[in-house]
C-alpha cells in the first residue's frame, strides 16, 4: 500500500510543478504585455526635452531602432515561451498536457510566420518598416509613418486579413510617430 502512495505523491508533485510553471509562465506573458506598453506609452508621451539626460535622435535614426527593439523583444519573449514549454515536455507530463504543449508550440511557430510574412509584404507595398504581434483574435500592426491615409489603412487591413484570418474588429494599425 504504501508503494502506491509514494507514486502518487510523486505524480501530484509534478502536476502541482506543471501547474506552477504554466501559472508562472502566464503571469510573465502578462506583465510583459502591461507593463512594456504601459513603459513604451509614457517614453512617448514625455517631450525629447524633459527625459533627462537622453541624448536626442533624428527621426529615422529612432524609429529604426524602436523596430529593430520591437523585434528583438518579441522574439525573446517568443523564445522563452518556447523554453518554458521545452520544461513542461521535459518533466514528462501526461500526455493531454504534452500534447497541449506541443500544440502551443506550433502555434508560436505559426505566428511568427505569419508576423514575418505580413512584415515583408508591408514592406514591398511601399512602408518603410513594419512590426507586427499576432495573437489568436489579435493583430497589431506598428508602421514607421507620420500619418496613414484611409487607402493605406485599408491596404494593411487586407494584407493582415489576408495573411492571418483575423476580422478587421481584431487587428489594430498604429503608426511609431
Do not use: C
Not at 505523491?9 to 510543478?17: E, G, P
Not at 504534452?98 to 508576423?115: H, N, R, S, T, Y
Not at 499576432?134 to 487607402?151: C, F, R
Amino acid at each position: 500500500m504504501k508503494r502506491w502512495s509514494s507514486v502518487k505523491f510523486k505524480w501530484n508533485r509534478k502536476l502541482v510543478t506543471l501547474g506552477a510553471v504554466a501559472v508562472l509562465l502566464m503571469g510573465a506573458i502578462a506583465a510583459n504585455f502591461f507593463l512594456g506598453g504601459k513603459a513604451k506609452t509614457e517614453a512617448a508621451a514625455q517631450p525629447a526635452a524633459a527625459q533627462d539626460g537622453e541624448n536626442t535622435v533624428s527621426a529615422s535614426t529612432g524609429v529604426a531602432s524602436f523596430f529593430d527593439a520591437f523585434r528583438s523583444e518579441r522574439d525573446t519573449t517568443r523564445a522563452q515561451e518556447i523554453k518554458y514549454l521545452d520544461m513542461i515536455v521535459e518533466q514528462g507530463a501526461d500526455a493531454e498536457t504534452l500534447a497541449d504543449a506541443q500544440k502551443q508550440k506550433l502555434d508560436i511557430v505559426g505566428f511568427m510566420e505569419k508576423e514575418l510574412t505580413v512584415e515583408s509584404l508591408l514592406k514591398a507595398k511601399g512602408f518603410s518598416d513594419a512590426a507586427v504581434t499576432l495573437h489568436a483574435g489579435s493583430v497589431n500592426v506598428i508602421l514607421s509613418a507620420e500619418s496613414l491615409t484611409d487607402e493605406q489603412v485599408a491596404q494593411v487591413l487586407d494584407i493582415v486579413m489576408r495573411e492571418t484570418g483575423e476580422g478587421a474588429e481584431n487587428i489594430k494599425v498604429t503608426t511609431a510617430q
